[in-house]
């Protein structure tokens, strides 16, 4: 069926470097696609979100690329921090303003 | 502004009873989403809500659960005669109404079956 995966369950990186959160989708109709970071207790907090129409997009400290030639997505948050370990995933959104459709996660931990 | 709100954030009953969690959404926004996260996964869709058109029930996963939703406003999902296997968190999100809007999610309920 239908899915959104990820590369890497975990992944671990010195506080200070560059985090790189991959992500393969199975939707080739799929027209938006958002980041989330889930932090313990909590619920899915938006970090950024890409339409189709675009293969990249920058907000703060983080920018979200597209490749709908391979259909992948990725996340790449510069200068990470402690306050920046979570659960990342990503989803998509195969009809406008419907479900999303979500990975499995990427748990992220940052080391002092 | 207030985020989703839902309640209560944790609820432990027996496997047979009945369960009812609430969700407030945003205001304004008039799509919401109810979905099911297990431990350790990624986010199972349930129910989506727009306006006055028949609800998307296609994630529901059997007819024990059911779901309402007051105009624009509160929504509640009931499972009945719950499982051990309904163990999860739900959480609930809104986002307007237009093409390619973020939905934003409140903290969940936690439900554990006995």
């Known amino acids: 069926g239908e899915s959104v995966g990820l590369h890497l369950p975990t992944l671990s990186v010195q506080e200070g470097d560059n985090s790189i959160i991959n992500c393969a989708y199975s939707n080739s109709a799929s027209d938006y696609f958002i980041w989330y970071k889930q932090e313990s207790g909590k619920g899915p907090q938006f970090i950024i979100d890409?339409?189709?129409?675009?293969d990249k997009r920058q907000g703060q400290r983080v920018t979200v690329l597209l490749n709908k030639t391979v259909k992948h997505l990725s996340l790449q948050i510069a200068a990470t921090q402690p306050g920046d370990s979570a659960v990342y995933f990503c989803a998509e959104n195969p009809a406008a303003g419907g479900k999303l459709i979500f990975g499995q996660g990427t748990e992220l931990s940052v080391k002092p | 502004g207030a985020g989703v709100s839902q309640s209560p954030s944790n609820k432990v009953t027996e496997k047979g009873k009945d369960v009812e969690l609430r969700c407030d959404p945003i205001s304004g926004h008039t799509a919401l989403y109810w979905y099911r996260q297990r431990l350790g996964q990624g986010l199972e869709f349930l129910i989506y809500?727009?306006?006055?058109?028949?609800?998307?029930k296609s994630g529901l996963p059997s007819d024990r659960f059911s779901a309402e939703r007051t105009g624009e406003s509160v929504s509640t999902l009931t499972i009945q005669r719950t499982q051990q296997e309904d163990s999860a968190v739900y959480l609930c999100a809104s986002s307007l109404y237009r093409s390619n809007q973020p939905q934003h999610f409140g903290d969940g309920t936690r439900l554990s079956i006995l």
């Open positions: 890409i339409r189709s129409n675009m």
């Open positions: 809500f727009q306006g006055n058109s028949a609800p998307d």
